[in-house]
């Protein structure tokens, strides 16, 4: 094939402008997406071998190799994996194939108002990739044969990342992929042994390939006088601990370690609220390596997100997003799990069936369960001193935790409810975890328990209100009563809540009562005076209710008296059992 041009596909030329113009104040990334892909190349090369050993060639052993060239000015990120057809090179690096992606760009480009360094903030928690090599390099050279094809069919691939690439065939002995950067003016930090060997330190200890560098030392120059140099020798050795991070015994891994590979395998620049690392034995034997994000990934909530688990099984990755793993309300779940029982060549099909799949998806709920448990327990620490006068003391690491229950409910809360229409072995547990506004407090604070805890005397039910906004329930005729009498009623916006709540009948024994639907039985809360009233007005209304009724009986299956309302005149209310207003309101917003 003689030289080929091709034009980016819109969007990657769109990437392209923002990754050169909002990531600049964190150009080392580059190298972190370079040497994971490289990584990613052996992963598959892996897997496509257990089926078919010949892949391998005359080179078994899979490693990446960094090396640079002051004079050329260019870094080149060589790995033996599965490498590239020509028209593989053509669609992967020249059209985006996740939709996420696309979503994500043209949201991006909708809000205008983002500057370019929150901008960088988004893309970075994105990932952008192969692309993010133009925040260095002004050209990129890509060659690669892939494994299995002929060395005269290989390829290069040339882009100065503007809106056009080159293609054309080479002969590539060996197999696998070298993209080399040629740097931009600012990047000459990078033409640097150690400065490579830091990046790659802090973004990629944790691969379990080899990444290779030529070993440099110094040699005195000749003639004296003049300065000598460090130069290479020919000799390449491992710059990177090259073990998975999740494999190692824990008390050998730092904090900054831990913090480091959630941010290599989510792409968040933000350090996680918290993790969970731990070896399981019993029934079926694994490694979960599992963290909770600080916030919420801009897709959440559209409809293929995926759980962010990877599936290994012994060291080998099978495969990302394994949604097997992880019911849907903990799709913000992020992290590694290995497992030492399932095949090597398992399936997504196979995924559903297997019974160790089964297993390791309950450890692996609950861990994360355990988790916001914890983080709940600890999220206020109030001073309290007991009759003796001893003063609890709490201990550094809870006193870490403090405020990111919270935190971590303002991102997540409202994915979480879904887990009470989905995860019913566990609705207990997740009902605890619920925080609510009530008519007593303005943020999402109050759990179930606290409101139990403070129910009056008598009062038989735990009392709720959906609406849009919160101003709009707290204004709701429907609550008079409740405010006259002091009860506290629960205020629930989030969309989910009405779907949601359905599933909750009842609280640790106590039932959950929407106020919005049928008769409001305040049962023992209401005084013998209140009854005789009632009873009263409704006997002398009855000529009137009558006509009412007639009145409105297209509109309104029944009118009757009440004792909800305190200053309103009338209100609507739905019959128990029916869809609420809100619903009705949201089927009807979605064309129902
Ligand atoms: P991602 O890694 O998330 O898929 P990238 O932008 O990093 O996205 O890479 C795009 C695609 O290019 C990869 O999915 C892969 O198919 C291909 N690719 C990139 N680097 C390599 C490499 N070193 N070897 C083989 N394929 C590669
Ligand atoms: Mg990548």
């Known amino acids: 094939m003689s030289k080929q041009h091709h034009s980016f596909q819109a969007e990657v030329a769109q990437l392209l402008h923002l990754v050169t ?25 892996r897997f496509e071998a257990l089926n078919d050993a010949s892949l391998y060639e005359d080179a078994p052993n899979l490693e990446v190799r960094v090396s640079f060239d002051k004079d050329q000015r260019t870094i080149t990120i060589q790995d033996n994996g599965i490498g590239m057809s020509a028209q593989e090179a053509i669609d992967n690096l020249g059209t985006i194939a996740k939709s996420g992606t696309r979503d994500f760009l043209s949201r991006l480009s909708s809000e205008q108002k983002a500057d370019a360094t929150e901008q960088g903030q988004l893309i970075g928690q994105f990932g952008v990739g192969f692309y993010s090599g133009f925040i260095v390099a002004d050209k990129i050279t890509v060659e690669s044969r892939r494994a299995g094809l002929k060395p005269e069919e290989g ?13 054309e065939t080479i002969t590539r002995p060996e197999r696998g992929t070298a993209v ?14 150690w400065k490579l060997k830091s990046v790659i330190g802090k973004y990629s200890d944790h691969i379990s390939l080899p990444i290779l560098m030529e070993k440099e030392e110094w ?15 020919g000799e390449w050795e491992a710059v990177n601990k090259a073990k998975a991070l999740w494999a190692r015994p824990k008390k050998d891994i730092s904090t900054e370690e831990y913090e480091e590979f959630y941010k290599a395998i989510s792409h968040d ?13 019993g029934n079926t034997e694994y490694t979960q390596l599992l963290y909770i994000p600080a916030k919420a990934p801009f897709d959440l909530y559209t409809r293929d ?43 997504r099909e196979l995924l559903q069936e297997s019974r160790d799949v089964r297993l390791i998806r309950d450890g692996s709920v609950k861990r994360v369960l355990g988790m916001l448990e914890d983080l709940a327990k600890h999220d206020k620490h109030e001073a309290s001193t007991d009759a003796d006068g001893v003063t609890d003391v709490v201990s550094d690491e809870d006193k870490a935790k403090e405020g990111k229950y919270s935190q971590f409910y303002a991102e997540f809360g409202a994915v979480l409810k879904e887990g009470l229409g989905e995860d019913f072995a ?10 609510f506004a009530s008519t007593t407090g303005d943020t999402a604070s109050v759990s179930l328990a606290d409101y139990k805890a403070r129910m009056k005397e008598g009062q038989e039910a ?38 949601a709540l359905g599933y909750l009948q009842d609280f640790d024994g106590t039932p959950l009562q929407s106020v919005a639907k049928g008769a409001v039985d305040l049962g023992k809360l209401q005084d013998e005076a209140e009854k005789k009233a009632f009873d009263e007005a409704a006997e002398t209304f009855k000529p009137l209710l009558a006509k009412l009724k007639e009145a409105l009986k297209d509109k309104a299956e029944d009118v009757r008296v009440t004792t909800r309302l305190v200053d309103s005149p009338a209100c609507l209310v739905v019959k128990d059992g029916d869809m609420s207003n809100q619903l009705a309101r949201l089927l009807k917003q979605a064309g129902q």
């Not at 040699?219 to 020798?233: F, L, S």
Request: charged share 30%; hydrophobic share 40%; net charge negative.
């Open 21 to 45: 113009h909002s990531l600049y104040s964190n150009k080392e990334i580059f190298l972190r997406e370079l040497v994971s892909n490289a990584s990613d190349a052996c992963d598959k090369l």
């Open 155 to 167: 390829v290069r691939w040339t882009s100065g990342g503007a809106g056009d690439f080159e293609v």
């Open 180 to 193: 080399t950067l040629h740097l931009r003016g600012d990047a000459d930090e990078y033409l640097n042994a």
């Open 219 to 233: 040699k005195e120059a000749e003639k004296e006088g003049e300065p000598g140099a460090m130069v290479k020798t």
């Open 269 to 281: 620049f933000e350090k996680p609220l918290t993790w969970s690392h731990n070896r399981v034995e």
């Open 305 to 347: 997100k995926h759980a962010g688990i990877k599936l290994y099984v012994k060291r080998v990755f099978i495969m990302d997003d394994a949604e097997a793993l992880m019911p849907g309300y903990l799709r913000f779940v992020k992290g590694v799990i290995d497992s030492s029982d399932l095949p090597l060549n398992v399936s």
């Open 426 to 435: 566990n609705r207990e547990r997740i009902a605890r975890l619920l925080r």
């Open 462 to 499: 735990i009392y709720y209100i959906t609406a849009e906004t919160l101003a709009a329930a707290r204004n709701s005729p429907q609550l008079e009563v409740f405010k006259k009498k002091g009860i506290e009623v629960l205020l629930m916006t989030d969309r989910v809540d009405e779907w």
